[in-house]
């Protein structure tokens, strides 16, 4: 399971590619995407994270986790100027191993 984008680019002044962390009343945002399962049964997957990393690839061990149904989400309410570390399993009634991780700063 690979993670393919982490999060929103946006064009800069200069037409440079920039991140961006959008921030709201509640946080701000990361939008997650990743190459789907090609398996049967799938039902979803699990995104973890958290401001701290497991450092132990296909670990699952962080502070959150919310359940998405297709291949992408937002997680919100995240501190803005903070180092966030993301992974993501596959559900199919038994967890998969984490993907590899990716981190952004919100």
Same mark, same amino acid.
């Given at each position: ?10 064009? *800069? !002044? =200069?037409?440079?590619?920039? #991140?961006?962390? $959008?921030?709201? @009343?509640?946080? !701000? ?5 990743? =190459?789907?399962?090609?398996? $049967? *049964?799938?039902? @979803? ?11 132990? $690839?296909?670990?699952?061990?962080? =502070? ?6 297709? $291949?992408?989400?937002?997680?919100? @309410?995240?501190? #803005? +100027? ?7 399993? !596959?559900?199919? @009634? !038994?967890? +998969? ?10």
């Amino acid at each position: 399971l690979t993670l393919v984008l982490l999060f929103l680019t946006g064009c *800069g !002044a =200069d037409g440079e590619q920039q #991140p961006l962390s $959008p921030v709201s @009343g509640n946080g !701000a945002l990361v939008s997650l995407v990743w =190459d789907s399962v090609n398996e $049967p *049964g799938i039902v @979803g997957y699990y995104i973890h994270y958290g401001k701290q990393s497991p450092n132990a $690839p296909g670990s699952c061990e962080y =502070d959150q986790t919310i359940f998405v149904l297709s $291949p992408q989400g937002i997680v919100t @309410g995240l501190d #803005p +100027g903070s180092m966030y570390y993301f992974a993501v399993n !596959a559900y199919n @009634g !038994a967890l +998969g191993p984490c993907s590899t991780e990716v981190q952004t700063q919100t």
